[in-house]
């Protein structure tokens, strides 16, 4: 049985599929948000550490950016959630985030801290089009939007729903942005 793939990347022409690590990782899925968090104010609730990919696991990186560190962070309790932020050394600067206050039950009453965490490691890589990985998503864009685009499923193996019974059912994904020389990353919701 092949491990489920928790992130889709899509960096220089190629698509890698990120899966659950058997042993201890730089890139994980999910955890605790260990990075300060600064910038626009929001709340109550905080952001979820969705993952964080160290560019080990993206054979498509080169050079200096093999040691990139790169959080993906989004607001799993703000309904409709469109983020911007940049990464700085143990510190994500929210520019921009729509709607800047979180609900107590969405996207379900309870919904946990965090997500539970699994290291990550590369299952697979495949030369593809952009038009190739984005339609397997739904994504609408006829040209890459970024640099490196992160496409993140509601995991079906990790014993959490990101999005209550009828957003998984859905196929909801999040859809991460990101310019690495900027260290900026935008993120939204795309249902497939």
């Known amino acids: 049985m092949q491990p489920e793939p928790l992130i889709h990347v899509f ?49 498509t990186l080169e050079g200096v950016r093999r040691s990139l560190r790169l959080p993906l962070v989004f607001g799993l309790c703000f309904d409709a959630c469109r983020i911007e932020y940049e990464h ?7 520019l921009a985030l729509e709607p800047d206050r979180s609900s107590d039950d969405w996207p379900y009453r309870d919904y946990p801290p965090h997500l539970p965490f699994a290291p990550l490691a590369l299952g697979s890589s495949a030369r593809c089009a952009w038009s190739e990985f984005a339609a397997r998503f739904g994504h609408g864009a006829t040209r890459e939007p970024a640099e490196l685009v992160a496409v993140v499923p509601p995991p079906m193996t990790l014993g959490v729903s990101l ?9 909801v994904s999040i859809v991460f942005e990101c310019e690495l020389d900027a260290r900026r990353v935008r993120a939204s919701t795309l249902a497939s």
């Open 11 to 59: 960096h220089a022409g190629v698509a890698h599929t990120l899966v659950r690590a058997t042993q201890s990782s730089l890139s994980r899925f999910g955890g605790p948000l260990q990075d300060e968090v600064v910038g626009r104010p929001f709340g109550p609730r905080g952001l979820h550490a969705i993952a964080e990919l160290a560019g080990e696991h993206v054979p």
């Open 88 to 94: 700085e050394l143990h510190r994500v600067r929210v």
């Open 163 to 171: 999005w209550g019974r009828e957003g998984d059912a859905e196929g």
